[in-house]
């Protein structure tokens, strides 16, 4: 079992930044792929960022060259820096952890059901 919690949500100025967390215990946390979701009401989870436990990583088109996902194995803790937010931006993030066969994160990184553990989310609100 891994438990995720994430921090670091809040309100903030379109433009602005915000750097969010997700701190892990149990098993190894360096042995799991780790990722960000997010979601409006009404509206689906959709993927924002993937790190592989090997560092692949990968960006839905809408946050790339804004975000950066990274993570500290060491102290068990992804991040999620954000920078150049946009009122689209705003959503609860959520970060996920799943294990992936080998070659498989490619085909598989952006889809829900690839992440066995889930975080509770943090409301990341952006005004105009």
């Known amino acids: 079992q891994v438990q995720l919690v994430e921090s670091g949500g809040g309100l903030v100025q379109a433009g602005g930044s915000l750097r969010l967390s997700c701190a892990a215990s149990?098993?190894?946390?360096?042995?799991?792929?780790v990722a960000w979701f997010r979601q409006v009401p009404g509206k689906e989870r959709e993927i924002v960022a993937a790190r592989s436990r090997s560092d692949t990583i990968s960006y839905v088109d809408s946050v790339k060259g804004r975000f950066t996902i990274s993570r500290d194995n060491g102290k068990s803790t992804a991040f999620l820096q954000m920078n150049s937010l946009k009122p689209e931006d705003t959503a609860v993030y959520y970060c996920a952890a799943g294990s992936f066969a080998p070659g498989s994160f490619v085909s598989r990184w952006s889809k829900t059901y690839s992440y066995d553990y889930w975080g509770q989310g943090t409301q990341v609100t952006v005004s105009s």
């Open positions: 149990g098993r190894t946390f360096s042995s799991y792929a």
